[in-house]
């Protein structure tokens, strides 16, 4: 465990169970064997397709859900033998902003009942007056004046309503935010403008980010690390500044070209990668990605690819790297 750890996964595993059409009960992998760390101003990205499992891995980080397998740690500490007392002087500390921010936000809660509703839960020696203060400053720090503070969600832009997301996030001091596509609902403009804003405040707060995301080009503005998902796997992980100097996973390469560069005269190769993901209902035996993958090997199809770790930095999934 690093000193410097604020949250950390460890052999989590995740089944949920649907209904077939005969009322059978299928079970099935959304995460499998996930090892994650996060340390302390540390920007980690997760990266990866729709249905990966990146949402159901902030879910459990976020206590939210619960592991079927394996442990979850927040500052050092395993959540499953926390005492009630010492929860809830940490639940404050982790704090999430979400996809959608109309849905995040309660539609009969003005502005300002929005955010002194979790400050005046968390720290119950405050008076209403001091509480007001502090939702003055937040709504300050990202971007908003007082005018909104009578204002209800429908009122609100797109971008408004985000930053009021950001702002309930951050009233209770928070040391670890999770942010689920934060800009993903939001048009180009706006995405730019919430993206610099999370960078101030990480810096003037000293915060540590969780992001999620499915653009490339996020991912390399935010990231100090960047983790690759794959059916619920983690398939790489590597720094930002390696980049453009590993030899990536053939995933990672899917992603990486179907961000093409438009002012590189050389075409994107996506006619490489053919088929779509496998059902999570239906694993494959060895590799989950070698159906789709241009590089696979016979042994591909019939054993899991180790984990290699090279130089303490760069970790790949493959039997090809």
């Known amino acids: 465990m690093s000193v410097n750890s604020v949250a950390e996964l460890r052999g989590v595993s995740k089944i949920y169970s649907v209904k077939t059409f005969l009322l059978k009960k299928l079970s099935f992998y959304a995460l499998v064997d996930i090892d994650f760390l996060l340390c302390k101003g540390e920007v980690s990205v997760l990266l ?10 902030a879910r459990i980080l976020l206590d939210i859900e619960k592991p079927d397998k394996g442990e979850v740690f927040w500052f050092g500490e395993a959540l499953a033998q926390m005492s009630k007392e010492r929860y809830k002087r940490l639940r404050p500390k982790v704090q999430a902003v ?7 936000l309660n539609p009969r809660f003005s502005v300002k009942e929005t955010l002194l509703e979790p400050y005046l839960i968390n720290f119950k020696d405050i008076s209403k007056k001091e509480a007001l203060e502090k939702v003055r400053l937040e709504l300050r720090k990202v971007g908003l004046s007082d005018s909104y503070l009578e204002r209800y969600p429908h009122q609100l832009s797109g971008g408004e309503r985000q930053r ?8 209770t001091n928070p040391q670890l935010l999770v942010l689920d596509e934060p800009t993903s609902a939001l048009d180009m403009t706006i995405q730019s403008q919430i993206l610099e804003l999370l960078k101030r405040l990480r810096e003037e707060e000293g915060l540590t980010y969780l992001l999620i995301t499915h653009s490339l080009s996020t991912a390399l503005e935010m990231a100090d690390t960047i983790t690759v998902m794959y059916l619920g796997r983690i398939v790489e992980r590597f720094p930002r500044k390696l980049f453009r100097v590993v030899n990536h996973h053939p995933y990672t390469w899917l992603l990486i ?27 494959p035996s060895g590799c989950e990605f070698y159906q789709r993958c241009p590089e696979a090997l016979s042994q591909c199809a019939k054993e899991l690819p180790p984990t290699k770790i090279f130089e303490n930095q760069w970790l790949v999934v493959c039997h090809r790297r």
């Open 48 to 57: 990866g397709e729709s249905g990966c499992g990146k949402s159901t891995l």
């Open 98 to 104: 979400f996809q959608d921010s109309f849905a995040s």
């Open 164 to 171: 009021v997301a950001l702002a309930r996030a951050l009233i």
């Open 257 to 283: 070209n179907s961000y093409p560069d438009p002012f590189s005269s050389k075409p994107p190769e996506l006619g490489t990668f053919k088929g779509e993901p496998p059902s999570p209902l239906n694993r």
